[in-house]
């Protein structure tokens, strides 16, 4: 089992930036693909960015790509997600998930362990 706790989460202003963090529990967290994923209110959760297990492969959103940056440390058992020129739009629970390293990254049904969300506010 895989225990993944999100924080780092709050309210700012757009154009502001603000750090996610995943930390794992558990089972060997350098094995599996690990990914952000979020959800605004009456919506569907979508993918935001992945990181696969050695760290060198990086997928983003067309949404996000160019402002968030995903990172990983194997060695602390984290993820990041650096969120930077942030707008309304990102306005959601952020969720970090953990899943088939040879999965498809944007893909929710890849990732078997999720953590329980942070919010994250932007204000206009």
């Known amino acids: 089992q895989l225990e993944l706790v999100e924080s780092g989460g709050g309210v700012v202003q757009a154009g502001d930036s603000l750090r996610l963090s995943c930390t794992a529990s558990?089972?060997?967290?350098?094995?599996?693909?690990l990914g952000w994923f979020r959800q605004a209110p009456g919506k569907d959760r979508e993918f935001v960015a992945a990181?696969?297990?050695?760290?060198?492969?990086?997928s983003y959103a067309d949404s996000v790509k160019g402002r968030f940056t995903i990172s990983r440390d194997n060695a602390k058992d984290t993820m990041l997600l650096q969120m930077n020129l942030t707008k309304p739009e990102d306005t959601a629970v952020y969720y970090c998930?953990?899943?088939?390293?040879?999965?498809?990254?944007?893909?929710?049904?890849?990732?078997?362990?999720w953590g329980q969300g942070t919010q994250v506010t932007v204000s206009s």
């Open positions: 998930a953990a899943g088939n390293p040879s999965g498809q990254p944007t893909e929710l049904y890849e990732y078997a362990y």
């Open positions: 558990g089972r060997s967290f350098r094995r599996y693909l």
């Open positions: 990181v696969s297990s050695s760290g060198d492969s990086t």
